[in-house]
Each structure stands twice: as structure tokens, then as C-alpha cells.
């Protein structure tokens, strides 16, 4: 199966930019989406932007436009969040997802979820 991996989660004052990291256990060729999602109290889990691991095409959430950029890494199979002007509603869990990926013998998903990091943003 694919194992994702995020860090970067912590606490991060208004203001301030904060980069999230997904690696994954799986070359990234093998996952066509890569992506990340969060969800904050009481609410439920929201798209933050996604990027194609083949042609880079992204997509980003309304709230995050122009403040957030996903990239990849492909060599190292990993994804990454980089968020500036942090505001405290960006507090949330954030997941690293992977998608679009093709099943075998040993994977019997085409979707999988990191563990979640945790963002808090708070002076």
C-alpha cells in the first residue's frame, strides 16, 4: 500500500508563511493527484489545491488563492504546501492526499490519506 507522510504542522503566528511537506512511499509517477485538504473545527474536510504529477496543473481553493502554492517534488516523491499570509482561520488539520492510483497486487486503493498535521495560527 501507499504510505504518506506530512510534516512541517505547527504553530505559526498571523502573518507568517508556513511550508507543509507529504512524502510519499510510492514514485509519484505512480499518482497522478497529489494534494492537500484540511478541516477545522466543526467544519468539514475542504479541498486547499491539488497539482497533477504530470503536467503540474494545479488547483487551489477560493480562501488560499494566491496566498497558498502546491508544488511537487518528484524525485524525492514529495508535495508540498507553501502557505504565506497565514490567518487564524487557516487553522485546521491538514491531510496529504494522493489519488489516481493505479490498483495492483499490493495496492488495493487508488486513494490514500496522510496521517494529518496539525496548523494553528495564533499570536
Known amino acids: 500500500q501507499v504510505q504518506l507522510v506530512a510534516s512541517g504542522g505547527r504553530l505559526v503566528q498571523p502573518g507568517g508563511p508556513l511550508r507543509l511537506s507529504c512524502t510519499a512511499s510510492?514514485?509519484?509517477?505512480?499518482?497522478?493527484?497529489m494534494g492537500w485538504y484540511r478541516q477545522a473545527p466543526g467544519k468539514q474536510r475542504e479541498l486547499v489545491a491539488t497539482?497533477?504529477?504530470?503536467?503540474?496543473?494545479?488547483n487551489y481553493a477560493d480562501s488560499v488563492t494566491r496566498r497558498f502554492t502546491i508544488s511537487r517534488d518528484n524525485a524525492n516523491n514529495t508535495v508540498y504546501l507553501q502557505m504565506n499570509s497565514l490567518k487564524p482561520e487557516d487553522t485546521a488539520v491538514y491531510y496529504c492526499?494522493?489519488?489516481?492510483?493505479?490498483?495492483?497486487?499490493?495496492?488495493?486503493?487508488?486513494?490514500?490519506w496522510g496521517q494529518g498535521a496539525q496548523v494553528t495560527v495564533s499570536s
Open positions: 510510492l514514485r509519484v509517477f505512480s499518482i497522478n493527484t
Open positions: 492526499n494522493a489519488g489516481g492510483i493505479p490498483l495492483s497486487i499490493t495496492i488495493r486503493q487508488t486513494e490514500f
Open positions: 497539482i497533477t504529477t504530470s503536467s503540474g496543473r494545479t
